[in-house]
Every structure is written in structure tokens, then in C-alpha cells.
């Protein structure tokens, strides 16, 4: 875990005891429980009430905050933050109301797309905005440890990794470095839509959004353990680039 996150880590008393709740009660729940650093626990024991109050929500209004915040950056009229305060609010913990796994691409900033304010939104990014190993480590800390409602995961038009993949895939275009992973990892998405009508890239986009979504939906037992009691929601949308305007799809 990064620094910037071991230090602002919990938003009350309870999140270890819900941690535990999520993990299970036996011994593996337990040491990956004691894993986490002590300061975290003993930042969360000094105070019963957390930083944003107004982020202690259910799913369902989770949601309709994030599309109302989407309707105001879509019009133009986003909210004036005041980050000063909402600085200091936030030294002692976060409790944000969404966690969003979305792509590295510079055109998307979630933050802005939603009219977030610090502390709001909990943020993984990765070109393709797929499921991996440690995107989705991060996503169960946001919910068991942070107690997020809500999980987005959001594709965009134009995606530079989803044409990689296509590339990849109808004329084995293989990539320098690294960037073979990323292809690799979407190629099961874009091989469902290979005969698909529509566009192809568009196909592309929406499949991995929704795989992606179905994927975080399987994960045990944190996941799919917090959505069957009702205490989370996971949802996909496709951005539009030229709008702004975030549709959900999944």
C-alpha cells in the first residue's frame, strides 16, 4: 500500500470490526486483519464520527449522486469545492461514497466527470480500465475497509488500449515492452464481439466494461459478499468524450 494511503486510511471505530465482518472469522481473515498497520487502527479509535458524513450512504443514492454529478459537469455547472477545508477534514480518514476503476487515458478524470470533491471518489486507473490483481485488492479495501456503496467501472470512447487490442487480436500486431499485457487482458473481451454487428471498437468497449463489472461481481468473498447483504453496488458506464456524459451500461 502506498504511503499516501497507509496514513488516511480509516473513517471510524468500526472499520476493523467490518473488515473482519467481510473477510470471515477464520484464521486467514484474521492475519490479513493484523496486517494492517496499527496506525491505521488507532487513527480509526480516536473518533466515532467520519470525515464526510454526508458520504455515509446507501447504494442506490450513491448512484444518483454520481449521475447528478455527471449531469452538472455535462451542463457546465459544477459545484465550487473548497479544498482548504475539505484538506483538513480529511487528515484523520476517508470515507468516500464510490470507488471507480477506470482507464489511464489523460481525456478522463473522473473527479471532474462526476463533480467530486476530495475524499469523494477513490480512484484505480489502468489503460483498458480491466480487472487486475492489485486494481482489485484496491477496490476491496475501498469497500471493506473504507465501506465505498458503490463500484463504477468505466470505459470511454476511443480507447487507445481497446485498439491496441484489436490490432493484437485480427492481425497479431505485437507491441514493444510491456504493452502485450495490456493486449492480452482484453483479448477475451474483444473476441466475444468479433462478429458482432455495430462497430467494432464500440463492441469492444462496452464487453470489457461489462466483463470487468461481472468479474468484480465473483470476487469472493469481500465482493460478493458485501453485494448479497445489500451494503454495495457495482455498475459500468461508457464515457462519452465529446459530451462528458457517462452512460451506464451494465
Not at 225 to 238: C, Q
Amino acid at each position: 500500500m502506498c504511503k499516501s494511503c497507509d496514513s488516511t486510511s480509516t473513517s471510524n471505530p468500526t472499520d476493523r470490526r467490518r473488515f473482519l465482518k467481510f473477510a470471515g472469522l477464520g484464521a486467514s481473515a484474521l492475519l490479513l486483519a493484523s496486517a494492517l498497520p496499527e496506525r491505521i487502527v488507532q487513527a480509526a479509535e480516536k473518533s466515532s464520527a467520519p470525515p464526510k458524513p454526508q458520504n455515509t450512504i446507501n447504494p442506490d443514492q450513491a448512484l444518483q449522486r454520481l449521475l447528478e454529478g455527471n449531469e452538472r459537469y455535462v451542463n457546465g455547472n459544477s459545484d465550487t469545492h473548497d479544498f482548504k477545508d475539505e484538506r483538513e477534514a480529511l487528515v484523520s480518514g476517508q470515507n468516500p461514497f464510490v470507488a471507480v476503476l477506470s482507464c489511464s487515458d489523460s481525456r478522463i478524470a473522473p473527479e471532474y466527470a462526476f463533480d467530486t470533491a476530495r475524499g469523494d471518489l477513490f480512484a484505480i486507473r489502468v489503460a483498458g480500465n480491466f480487472v487486475t490483481d492489485e486494481g482489485l485488492a484496491s477496490l476491496e479495501y475501498a469497500v471493506a475497509v473504507l465501506g465505498a456503496p458503490l463500484i463504477l467501472v468505466l470505459g470511454h470512447e476511443s480507447c487507445g488500449a481497446i485498439e491496441a487490442g484489436i490490432k493484437a487480436v485480427k492481425e497479431q500486431t505485437v507491441f514493444p515492452g510491456q504493452i502485450p499485457k495490456l493486449t492480452e487482458a482484453l483479448k477475451p473481451a474483444i473476441e466475444k464481439v468479433l462478429k458482432q454487428s455495430g462497430n467494432l471498437m464500440e463492441n469492444a468497449t462496452a464487453q470489457n466494461v461489462t466483463d470487468s463489472v461481472q468479474r468484480l461481481k465473483n470476487a469472493t468473498p469481500l465482493l460478493t459478499d458485501a453485494v448479497s447483504k445489500g451494503r454495495l453496488k457495482i455498475v459500468g458506464g461508457v464515457y462519452r468524450l465529446g459530451t462528458g456524459k457517462v452512460e451506464l451500461i451494465a
